[in-house]
């Protein structure tokens, strides 16, 4: 049951974190450690390069593919714990 659970959360983080990249795909953003990173040092970010863009609509597309998947596996487990299945 508690592998249920684990699957279902990691499947809607996953769907989320999807959700997120794809909401801003557009926007040159720099991640939380990246940024701290850049703060300490007293530097500017670098433009993205094509591959940058390129792997943000590929986390964003296997977040939305890979998230659903793991929720699945977890509501599957967790029915078949509960003998609903």
Not at 24 to 42: D, H, P
Not at 47 to 57: F, N
Request: include cysteine.
């Amino acid at each position: 049951m508690i592998i249920g659970l684990c699957y279902l959360a990691v499947g809607c983080f996953l769907f989320w974190i999807g959700y997120q990249h794809w909401k801003f795909r557009r926007e040159e953003t720099v991640g939380a450690l990246e940024a701290a990173i850049l703060k300490a040092a007293n530097e500017e970010p670098q433009k993205l390069s094509k591959l940058d863009w390129i792997l943000k609509y590929f986390q964003a597309i296997m977040g939305f593919i890979l998230g659903p998947i793991f929720a699945a596996f977890g509501v599957i487990i967790v029915l078949n714990e509960l003998d609903l299945l």
